[in-house]
């Protein structure tokens, strides 16, 4: 069974780093093909998609947050880990980590969502 | 970056209706268009995947068609748990999300 976790602060200050975790089991994410995104979802509002890393370790961002964000794995342990600096009451979310088997396949499995906000 | 533009934003139908979701991109995505269901307070879920697939576990009152830029999700005839928010999303270029339909009941 491919299951998904999001873990994290759920609350940061202005100007702060948020750093998420994604710990994932019941496949490899050294696979071949497979690929690991974070999405978030302001309250009310649509999806965003964050960043992507791939089984081989390439690293993709969204153009609009590309200067904020960093995207790591660490295989032998399961997680994705996810880096958002200087933070802001507008980053304010939920946010979720998917697999997708293929960079243009799907988000097949999502995890929960962990809701974070930003506040003084 | 390719736009994703869904319509109509909201929708509100009856149980038993037949209702179609329409999502166009901003440039050629050719079959690489997924639609999501979400009910409140729960991550999306994978309904249709390029284009047309059904997902398995999905029942086939739903189903989609579409390709190049204009694409539609059709519900044949809706049931009480359909009421959800449904998103289309590319995966033809990195990925990127329409605005959402919420489908109410009338």
């Known amino acids: 069974q491919v299951t998904l976790r999001e873990s994290g602060p759920a609350l940061v200050k202005p100007t702060q780093t948020l750093t998420l975790t994604c710990s994932f089991s019941?496949?490899?994410?050294?696979?071949?093909?497979?690929?690991v995104s974070w999405i978030r979802q302001p309250p009310g509002k649509a999806l965003e998609w964050l960043a992507r890393i791939d089984w081989d370790d390439d690293k993709y961002y969204s153009t609009s947050l590309k200067t904020r964000l960093t995207i790591s794995k660490d295989t032998s342990k399961n997680l994705v880990v996810l880096t958002m600096t200087n933070m802001d009451p507008v980053d304010t979310a939920t946010y979720y980590c998917?697999?997708?088997?293929?960079?243009?396949?799907?988000?097949?499995?999502w995890g929960q969502g962990t809701k974070v906000t930003v506040s003084t | 970056d390719i736009q994703m533009t869904q319509s109509p934003s909201s929708l509100s139908a009856s149980v038993g209706d037949r209702v179609t979701i329409t999502c166009r991109a901003s440039?050629?995505?050719?079959?690489?268009l997924n639609w999501y269901q979400q009910i409140p307070g729960k991550a999306p879920k994978l309904l249709i995947y390029?284009?047309?697939n059904l997902q398995s576990g999905v029942p086939s009152r739903f189903s989609a068609s579409g390709s190049g830029t204009d694409f539609t999700l059709t519900i044949s005839s809706l049931q009480p748990e359909d009421f959800a928010t449904y998103f289309c999303q590319q995966s033809y270029s990195l990925y990127t999300f329409g605005q959402g339909t919420k489908l109410e009941i009338k």
């Open positions: 390029t284009a047309s």
């Open positions: 019941g496949f490899a994410l050294s696979t071949t093909g497979m690929c």
């Open positions: 440039q050629s995505i050719v079959h690489y």
């Open positions: 998917a697999r997708g088997q293929s960079p243009t396949e799907p988000f097949d499995i």
